[in-house]
């Protein structure tokens, strides 16, 4: 199975000041077809996950701008330009290139 | 709109069977792959299982296999996760959630599941 790691476990970050956490896989998540099939989720208090990048850098609908994700290979980013406060919450990572599915174990992001 | 309403979740003994259903709106159901997803109390996100738009082909978590089965129905707009050889470690909210370009989009509210004796 593709083991994801993440760091740091915890992210307290003032507000305004940008944000970034690290996801690694313990294969390639290049799959056959060429993509690479590494997600970023947010889980805010209370609610269900959402997603909101895919393939590594496309942000999905209604994400803001201030989300990006970045990487290659094994080694991923998703940054916060800028924090708010409803980005409270805990953030997973995902891969989808491999059988089984995977989610690192999370990255609780708090304000400072 | 798309919505997902998880049902079936409850308390059961160790060893015990449980059914959990998820009924779908405001998309094409047939037309998608789904997933379900769980999360135990206070921890991570673990994937649990997938199933395609017909309903050939599936796959499962290593913790799960041969013990549930995912199936759906399309005439009903409904996904399906059939659980048998409960443990207390499949205790979970569990998530129906939908997919879109490879991997899960779109989740439900989750319906609880707690295996005690």
């Known amino acids: 199975d593709a083991v994801m790691t993440q760091s740091p476990g915890s992210l307290p970050v003032t507000l305004g000041q940008p944000a970034a956490i690290s996801c690694r896989s313990s294969?390639?998540?290049?799959?056959?077809?060429?993509?690479?099939?590494l997600n970023w989720f947010q889980q805010r208090p209370g609610q269900s996950p959402r997603r909101l990048i895919y393939?590594?850098?496309t942000r999905d609908s209604g994400v803001p701008d201030r989300f990006s994700g970045s990487g290659s290979g094994t080694d991923f980013t998703l940054k916060i330009s800028r924090v708010e406060a409803e980005d409270v919450g805990v953030y997973y990572c995902m891969q989808g290139s491999h059988w089984p599915y995977t989610f690192g174990p999370g990255t609780k992001l708090e304000i400072k | 709109e798309v919505q997902l309403v998880e049902s079936g979740g409850v308390v059961v003994r160790p060893g015990g069977s449980l059914r959990l259903s998820c009924v779908a709106s405001?998309?094409?159901?047939?037309?998608?792959?789904m997933h379900w997803v769980r999360q135990a109390p206070e921890k991570g996100l673990e994937w649990v299982s997938l199933i395609n738009g017909d309903g050939s082909i599936t796959h499962y978590a290593d913790s799960v296999k041969g013990r549930f089965t995912i199936s759906r129905d399309n005439s009903k707009n409904s996904l399906y996760l059939q659980m048998n050889s409960l443990r207390g470690e499949d205790s979970a909210l569990y998530y129906c959630v939908k997919d879109t370009t490879g991997s899960p989009d779109y989740w439900g509210q989750g319906t609880l599941v707690t295996v005690s004796s």
């Open positions: 294969q390639s998540l290049v799959y056959s077809d060429g993509n690479t099939y």
């Open positions: 405001g998309f094409t159901f047939h037309a998608y792959f």
């Open positions: 393939q590594v850098s």
